[in-house]
């Protein structure tokens, strides 16, 4: 988990980071975090999973300040719950979350991968262009409570 989700995700990022410096052209960089980088999931036994989270989001931001004077931004997404191939796995073994987990945010309702297209678009965009370090939650609401 933790090499997939944090030495994964840091060598990609260093990479690509690579290259912007090489060629003298900042940009962004979207890392993908999860609310469960912030708060522990009620009823779920996953600290390795939300370990590696809360290191993308850390990451992000040593990233960000490292990078910054080479005007390269790095930011993350942090979604909540979504449907997933292998979330509707998960509602199988485990049918009660499929009527939990909404429960669990202000929205009453899943997320689908197709609503965090917007929050992509703009981290990776101009709109945010003094936007660096930071964490973009978008998760119904969960956290808030």
């Not at 485990?94 to 689908?112: I, T, V």
């Not at 992509?120 to 998760?139: E, H, P, W, Y």
């Amino acid at each position: 988990m933790m090499a997939v989700n944090v030495t994964g995700v840091f060598m990609t990022a260093q990479a690509v980071a690579r290259q912007m410096i090489k060629r003298k052209q900042g940009g962004s960089l979207v890392l993908i975090g999860s609310m469960s980088g912030t708060v522990a999931n009620r009823g779920l036994i996953c600290p390795a999973y939300n370990a590696s989270k809360a290191g993308v989001i850390q990451l992000a931001r040593n990233l960000a300040a490292e990078w910054g004077e080479h005007g390269i931004r790095v930011n993350t997404i942090s979604p909540g719950y979504i449907v997933t191939a292998m979330t509707a796995g998960l509602f199988d073994a485990f049918p009660e979350r499929r009527k939990d987990w909404p429960n669990a945010n202000m929205l009453g309702r899943l997320s689908y991968p197709n609503e965090y297209r917007g929050a992509a678009v703009f981290l990776l965009s101009d709109a945010s262009s003094f936007m660096t370090g930071a964490d973009l939650r978008v998760d119904g609401g969960h956290c808030a409570w």
